[in-house]
């Protein structure tokens, strides 16, 4: 997908695809989401100790060595020069159940919240998607984040399956969405 810019509260936004100098401002966004979203949810000694610098690490080794069959975008506020959120995803990672594709992550910063950037980046991951074959997607999100829930199901997700898992000692529950067909999930212009 080539980038492309709309409207979004009265700001112009930018879609485009993550690049090697993102790596701090993805960073930015990972912790800041994490630590507003997950709060009472992930226990709070881990999300005080996650770090920017690591997560600017760990995005520069992804940036810098891309797989096949992964994507990355971000929604870029041109004004400010700001990365607002980001969408990463591409092949499943859970080749046992019957979904080709996969929404890795999905964060925006709470100030940009509400404002149609999640259906935007989810657009684009889609396409990427549907160009390479995979016609289907899954995503795990906690099972008490209500809200992303709650867009998730708007964007016609269904419920498939819930797993349990451990952060810092801590037991927490996941659910995956499904997406039987993913054309619904691509906005106007894109087809």
């Known amino acids: ?12 936004m930018i879609i485009r695809q993550m690049r090697v ?18 709060r009472g949810i992930v226990p709070d000694a881990y999300l005080d100790a996650i770090s920017v610098e690591e997560w600017r690490e760990r995005w520069l080794a992804i ?23 980001f969408v990463r995803g591409g092949i499943t990672r859970y ?4 979904y080709q594709g996969e929404l890795y992550a999905i964060y925006i910063l709470p100030e940009y919240q509400q404002q149609g950037l999640g259906r935007r980046l989810v657009g684009a991951l889609v ?31 269904k419920q498939f399956k819930t797993n349990s898992f451990e952060i810092a000692g801590v037991s927490l529950l996941e659910c995956a969405y ?12 894109q087809v």
């Open 63 to 85: 940036l810098r060595t891309p797989e096949p069959g992964r994507f990355g975008y971000v929604a870029e506020d041109e004004a400010r020069g700001e990365i607002a959120g």
């Open 127 to 157: 396409s990427d998607l549907l160009a390479s074959g995979l016609s289907n997607m899954l995503l795990w999100v906690f099972e008490k984040n209500h809200s992303s829930r709650r867009f998730y199901a708007s964007l016609g997700g």
């Open 1 to 12: 997908m080539m980038a492309c810019a709309f409207y979004c509260a009265e700001k112009k």
């Open 95 to 98: 080749p046992d159940l019957p």
């Open 21 to 38: 100098e993102d790596a701090a401002g993805l960073a930015h966004v990972h912790v800041k989401t994490w630590r507003t979203t997950y």
């Open 178 to 189: 499904v997406w039987d067909d993913l054309t619904p999930l691509l906005w106007e212009g």
